[in-house]
T-cell receptor
Framework: KNQVEQSPQSLIILEGKNCTLQCNYTVSPFSNLRWYKQDTGRGPVSLTIMTFSENTKSNGRYTATLDADTKQSSLHITASQLSDSASYIC????????????FGDGTTLTVKP | DAGITQSPRHKVTETGTPVTLRCHQTENHRYMYWYRQDPGHGLRLIHYSYGVKDTDKGEVSDGYSVSRSKTEDFLLTLESATSSQTSVYFCATIPGERATYTDTQYFGPGTRLTVL
């Protein structure tokens, strides 16, 4: 069964600090891995997307890594801001015609002043 | 947001009634998706479409049907709503006429549906 597990479930950090979110998957065959940010009451917004051959991808203060051998990904947030408070969702696609993906339950990040 | 709108944004209905949710996009995207989001489950795919009149089932399609008679509209119908279908429903699209494996899905604002 295709699964995506994220940890921790929730995280509280102080503004300006860094943090790392984890994603482990058992999806096969692997197509790509995406990280989304979802603010409360809104739809998810894409942060990064990585294919099998990519092991790191950055988007401003967000850096995602991928280890396809161990089937693990991480999202590192640098110099956190209050606006980073959101749910971060890891998504793994297993259908190359863009049909289907497996979503993680997300990590809820709270950044406090 | 790739020009995606969803309607209605909020709806309360009673068990047994039919409900139709609409997803509208204005940029000629070929691929469109319907998801539901529930606490503890993440987003789950209900149905998706890869062109006009071309649709396929996702992992939680029971009790739902879809139609796509025009490129810009993807309708999700709950034929006889049940309390278990209380959820937040998101529509998503992939920009461009032909998706690739590096595709990014863009999500609409969501519809909150409550079935009493």
């Amino acid at each position: 069964k295709n699964q995506v597990e994220q940890s921790p479930q929730s995280l509280i950090i102080l503004e300006g600090k860094n943090c790392t979110l984890q994603c482990n998957y058992t999806v096969s065959p692997f197509s790509n891995l995406r990280w989304y940010k979802q603010d409360t009451g809104r739809g998810p917004v894409s942060l990064t997307i990585m294919t099998f051959s990519e092991n790191t991808k950055s988007n401003g203060r967000y850096t995602a890594t991928l280890d396809a051998d161990t089937k693990q990904s991480s999202l590192h947030i640098t110099a956190s801001q209050l606006s980073d408070s959101a749910s971060y969702i890891c998504v793994v696609s297993y259908n190359t015609n863009a049909g289907k993906s497996t979503f993680g339950d997300g990590t809820t990040l709270t950044v406090k002043p | 947001d790739a020009g995606i709108t969803q309607s209605p944004r909020h709806k309360v209905t009673e068990t047994g009634t039919p409900v139709t949710l609409r997803c509208h996009q204005t940029e000629n995207h070929r691929y469109m998706y319907w998801y539901r989001q529930d606490p503890g489950h993440g987003l789950r795919l209900i149905h998706y479409s890869y062109g006009v009149k071309d649709t396929d089932k996702g992992e939680v399609s029971d009790g739902y049907s879809v139609s796509r008679s025009k490129t810009e509209d993807f309708l999700l119908t709950l034929e006889s709503a049940t309390s278990s279908q209380t959820s937040v429903y998101f529509c998503a699209t992939i920009p461009g006429e032909r998706a690739t494996y590096t595709d990014t899905q863009y999500f609409g604002p969501g519809t909150r549906l409550t079935v009493l």
